[in-house]
C-alpha cells in the first residue's frame, strides 16, 4: 500500500488547482488576471461565458452604470425641492424624488413609444434613458437614511449600504446594529 505524507498531499493539491486556474489579459486595460476554478462553477451556474474584462475593469463599468458611493445636493427635478441624490446637479438624467417617483404624480406610460426598426438601437435606448425620470437614490422603506445610497428597510444610517439595519455609520451591512466601518456581505 502506497501511503503520501501530508506534505506531498498538499503540494499536489496546490499543483492541482493551480492547473485549473486560469490567466487572461483584459480587453480593456491590458492587464493579466486569473479566473479561479470556482469562478468557472459559478460561471457556469448562472450559463454567462467567462470575463474578458479584469475584476477592476468590469467594477468601473458596473459604477458607471449606477453609482452606490458618492452623494449630490442637487434639486428634484418633479417638485424643485432640495435632495440628496446618486446623480450630479449636472447630470444629464431626469431625477425625481424616489418618493415621488414611486408615487401616482406621474405616469410613466407617457414616456411609451414605439421602437423604429431602421434607427439604430443603441440611439433610441439613449433617449429613452435621458427622457424618462429616475429616482434620486434606492433608500426603500428606510427612516432617516437620507444621506445613503442604497438602503432598504434601514433605520438612522449614514453612508450606507444594506438592509434592515439600524443606527449604523460607514457600513456595507445587512441586518445589523450599531456598526461602523464595517463591510458584512
Ligand atoms: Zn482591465
Redesign the pocket.
Known sequence: MISLNEGVVERRALVLIKSMTKTKI??????K?TIEPEDFEFYKKIEVPEPT??P??RAQRRFAFCNLMELYKRKCDFSNKDIISIYRSDSPFKIYHSKIWWSDKWDPMDYGRNYDFKQPFLEQFKRLMLDVPRPHNFNLGSVNCDYCAGVYNCKNCYMCVGNRSEDCLYSFVGLSRNCLDSFLP
Open positions: 483584459c480587453q480593456n486595460c491590458h492587464k488576471f474584462f479584469c477592476e475593469c
